[in-house]
T-cell receptor
Framework: TQLLEQSPQFLSIQEGENLTVYCNSS?????LQWYRQEPGEGPVLLVT?????EVKKLKRLTFQFGDARKDSSLHITAAQPGDTGLYLC????????????FGTGTRLTIIP | DSGVTQTPKHLITATGQRVTLRCSPR?????VYWYQQSLDQGLQFLIQ???????AKGNILERFSAQQFPDLHSELNLSSLELGDSALYFC???????????FGAGSRLTVL
């Protein structure tokens, strides 16, 4: 059983469109992180959200942590080909646990 | 360059063989994590070391072992290899107490 389920699994959209991907769990997380992984590379941290209800913006990317700290979303405005990649959410499933559990991932393709 | 160095980048071997993957963490990071990424299983946590000692264990097979040396580099040993062991193996490092991981570029293992 995956602790973190991401949806959709695959998403292919045209450049300039908006999109939202989701990360859901039945467990409470002390924090959640979002990573982007490009082909041939390791995941790179984009953001960490810590407080329930928190919203963080990173240029065209908006990250939200659910009020109950069980889910998170990533919204991309005016998607660009450079946004293409595998988006992974991750979090420590138990408070004080240093082991990060990763979600199943959303593979995003932006078509020029 | 993330600062985490993994070697080799690619490795092709036969079933039943043994391989060693090497990781040098980012300067100053005491924790090293190993993850396995395959197409159908996502990013799976294998094991974590902190300053030379095993800190957490995930879904690591008995055929696999790891260690962290006094200079903080780590090695992941995979033995009696099976076709299903073909995957990307990532090493990540972090500061003490931080859940923020910096990943290497990975080692792609192909077992024929």
């Amino acid at each position: 059983t995956q602790l973190l389920e991401q949806s959709p699994q695959f998403l292919s959209i045209q450049e300039g469109e908006n999109l939202t991907v989701y990360c859901n769990s039945s467990s409470v997380f002390s924090s959640l992180q979002w990573y982007r992984q490009e082909p041939g590379e390791g995941p790179v941290l984009l953001v960490t959200v810590v407080t329930g209800g928190e919203v963080k913006k990173l240029k065209r990317l908006t990250f939200q942590f659910g009020d109950a700290r069980k889910d998170s979303s990533l919204h991309i405005t005016a998607a660009q080909p450079g946004d293409t990649g595998l988006y992974l959410c991750a979090g420590p499933p138990n408070f004080g646990n240093e082991k990060l559990t990763f979600g199943t991932g959303t593979r995003l393709t932006i078509i020029p | 360059d993330s600062g985490v160095t993994q070697t080799p980048k690619h490795l092709i071997t036969a079933t039943g063989q043994r391989v060693t993957l090497r990781c040098s963490p980012r300067s100053g990071d005491l924790s090293v994590y190993w993850y396995q990424q395959s197409l159908d299983q996502g990013l799976q946590f294998l094991i974590q070391y902190y300053n030379g000692e095993e800190r957490a264990k995930g879904n690591i097979l008995e055929r696999f072992s790891a260690q962290q040396f006094p200079d903080l580099h780590s090695e992941l040993n995979l033995s009696s290899l099976e076709l299903g062991d073909s995957a990307l193996y990532f090493c990540a490092s972090s500061d003490s107490g931080a859940n923020v991981l910096t990943f290497g570029a990975g080692s792609r293992l192909t077992v024929l």
